[in-house]
């Protein structure tokens, strides 16, 4: 038997039938990624497997230079063969790794190779996979519909003319929706000139002389507007942490006009700026029924050195910590709720050890008013939790505190066109846990509610929370 089956990373029988019999096939909704539209429209096959493959992973890269590769091999100069010779020799390196069982699942799905790769056999895996990505199936656009998708929501600054995103709307050729996201970073920004040169670009494009809050919210309320008719029903924010502080309207006036002149702010007035900016956002977005996402707990870019060579994404972020999390969480949606602006919203926490703070938070805030079920969501383990471990530490904290039933499951976060395997990894994580529950008589074995539950987590909860 091959290494990957239909038993892989399934440790009992109602699991793995589970698995077979209904999660399997399931097609995709991928709510949250970071494909290119430009890529998908354009439709061109990757050169070789490093590029698909290695080119922006910075999970990989992390891998390689843990394992002694040298930078030229990783992000520098180096030819493709040797790029992926040193990606082969970390490989063997990575058990206990998600990286290892990703690139296995990618080989037996998409190339149909099912022997595990390492330095002794990296030649001979090169040459299949790069014979096969000259064929049909291996454009982006094959890759996509090869992987059951039916809906995938890239992320996009403000700015972004969506101009790719309107071009795939009008290509009767390709059924899959290749949605925007609506993705704000840069109204958050730390320095005040660069939140001033976002300001500036905004006003352009918005023909909005911005001077005060309010300008900028009509500013922004016109941008989200042009998103939606786009087909945008997705806002994201990245925020490394999260500190509400609640402020008059004259207060924050004051200081986004400072900010706006480019003066720097001090902690606290940077915390009343950045509550009073997602409080307006969540009021936009619950006028038109979108799901506002904040992914939160990262720390960017700390190595100076690397950063200044390379960029950002480059494989040198951690997860943060943070004090008070509790109370400011509590107090931010507390905020939107006493505004009447909640929209829709899926927190995802970065940070394992808040697990139970974000799942017992978000219970303090669920309501049928948006007629779904769990509007506020846990959202999935992501980036250093889209792990085995991961995956079942925020499964389980959503069970312990929520309703698991109601969860709207996977996503890949991801850059690359052959990570939609991770909606399998996920899967596979999920039918073990809930055959593991069924075999040591924690719960019933009622197909019929079981059946329902997998189909809604791995696709129908989706499909309904997000109404695309």
């Not at 100076?304 to 040198?316: H, I, V």
């Not at 997860?319 to 400011?328: K, V």
Request: proline share 3%.
């Amino acid at each position: 038997m091959s290494f990957i089956n239909d038993t892989f990373m399934i440790g009992n029988d109602r699991g793995v039938q589970l698995y077979q019999e209904i999660a399997k096939e399931l097609p995709v909704i991928d709510y949250h990624c970071h494909l290119d539209a430009r890529e998908i429209y354009e439709n061109k096959n990757p050169e070789n497997i490093s590029q698909l493959w290695l080119a922006g992973d910075h999970y990989k890269w992390r891998a390689m230079r843990a394992n002694g590769i040298d930078e030229k091999y990783i992000t520098g100069n180096a030819t493709a063969e040797e790029k992926f010779a040193a990606w082969a020799q970390t490989v063997e390196a990575c058990f206990g790794n998600p990286l290892y069982h990703w690139t296995h699942l990618e080989l037996a799905k998409y190339f149909d190779y099912h022997e595990p790769l390492g330095s002794h056999n990296w030649r001979e895996v090169m040459d299949h996979c790069n014979r096969l990505l000259q064929q049909p199936d291996f454009t982006p656009r094959a890759l996509i519909t090869r992987s059951r998708v039916e809906v995938l929501c890239t992320t996009d600054s403000p700015l972004d003319s969506l101009r790719y995103h309107l071009l795939l709307r009008d290509d009767h050729t390709f059924n899959v929706k290749v949605l925007p996201t609506f993705r704000p970073d840069d109204a958050f920004a730390e320095s005040a000139q660069l939140f001033s040169l976002f300001a500036d670009r905004l006003a352009e494009i918005t023909c909005t002389d911005i001077r005060c809050f309010s300008d900028f919210t009509r500013a922004m309320g016109k941008r989200i507007d042009y998103f939606h008719e786009t087909g945008c029903r997705i806002s994201d924010h990245g925020l490394v942490n999260i500190y509400y502080q609640a402020a008059d309207e004259e207060e924050i006036d004051a200081i986004f006009a400072r900010k706006r002149q480019g003066e720097e702010l001090d902690r606290k007035a940077s915390a009343i700026l950045d509550s009073a900016i997602l409080v307006m956002l969540a009021r936009h977005y619950k006028a038109r029924q979108w799901a506002m996402q904040i992914h939160f707990g990262a720390i960017r870019n700390n190595n100076t050195r690397m950063y200044q060579a390379l960029g950002a994404n480059s494989g040198f972020d951690s997860i943060a910590d943070q004090t008070n999390l509790a109370a400011s969480l509590n107090q931010l949606l507390d905020a939107m709720a006493q505004a009447d602006a909640l929209p829709k919203t899926i927190l995802y926490n970065l940070n394992g050890s808040y697990n139970d703070i974000v799942a017992t938070t978000i219970a303090n805030f669920q309501t049928a008013e948006h007629g779904v079920k769990s509007p506020i969501q846990f959202g999935s383990g992501w980036w250093f939790n889209d792990t085995r471990r991961g995956m079942e530490n925020q499964l389980n904290s959503l069970a312990d505190q929520g309703l698991l039933m109601n969860f709207v499951g996977m996503l890949t976060d991801s850059r690359s066109l052959v990570s939609y395997i991770r909606h399998d990894y996920f899967r596979r994580i999920l039918c073990n846990l809930m055959g593991g529950w069924v075999e040591r008589g924690e719960v019933p074995d009622d197909n019929v509610v079981l059946s329902r539950m997998i189909k809604n987590i791995c696709h129908d909860n989706a499909d309904n929370y997000f109404n695309f």
